[in-house]
Structure formats: structure tokens, C-alpha cells
């Protein structure tokens, strides 16, 4: 059974930094994109950033491009989102997801809490 965990959310102030990780049980890490997304109260999911299975490849949305990085330890069998330069706006429950390549994102975790205070 394939299990995403997040942790590592919290309260802070802007300007501040945070890493987010996402552990992963039940897949084989290298065959699965995993893309960060964030919710904000009152707003749909969003889409932050993504890196790819094979490549490693990393895309951002526009709102975080270098701010955020997305990267993996396959030791670990864990991704994470460093977040750099917070900002009021990044307040949001952050979710990490993975997907088989070319596949739709079949698996979710149960999301973190960043608080960001301006």
C-alpha cells in the first residue's frame, strides 16, 4: 500500500525558511514524478513545484520560482520542498503527490500546515 507522509510545516515569520518532506512506503521511488501542491483557505489546490522520475527534472510554478526547491533522497525514500523567502502568501496546507510517468497523480498525502505571519 503506497503511503505519502508530509511533515516539517509550521508558524513563521516572513522571510524566514522551511523544509517540507515527503517519506514515501510502497512504491518504487525511482519510477514516480512527485509534485508539491498547496491549498489556501478559501482557494482551490495549487500546484507548486514537481520533479521527475527519471531525470530528476524540476518545474515551479511562477509564485515560488526561486524561492522554492524541490529535490530527493533516495536513500531515504523522501522528497522535500526547501522554502526560502516566505511570504504572507505562501500560508497554506502543503501536499505532496506522486505519479508513474505519464500517469495522473494517483496518490496523495495528507498534507502540512505552513503558516507564514507578515
Known amino acids: 500500500q503506497v503511503q505519502l507522509v508530509e511533515s516539517g510545516g509550521g508558524l513563521v515569520q516572513a522571510g524566514d525558511s522551511l523544509r517540507l518532506s515527503c517519506a514515501a512506503s510502497?512504491?518504487?521511488?525511482?519510477?514516480?514524478?512527485v509534485g508539491w501542491f498547496r491549498q489556501a483557505p478559501g482557494n482551490e489546490r495549487e500546484f507548486v513545484a514537481i520533479i521527475s522520475s527519471s531525470s530528476g527534472t524540476e518545474n515551479y510554478a511562477d509564485s515560488v520560482k526561486g524561492r522554492f526547491t524541490i529535490s530527493r533522497d533516495y536513500a531515504k525514500n523522501t522528497w522535500y520542498l526547501q522554502m526560502d523567502s516566505l511570504k504572507s502568501e505562501d500560508t497554506a496546507v502543503y501536499y505532496c503527490a506522486a505519479a508513474k510517468s505519464g500517469g495522473s497523480w494517483g496518490y496523495w498525502g495528507k498534507g502540512t500546515l505552513v503558516t507564514v505571519s507578515s
Open positions: 510502497g512504491l518504487t521511488f525511482s519510477t514516480y514524478a
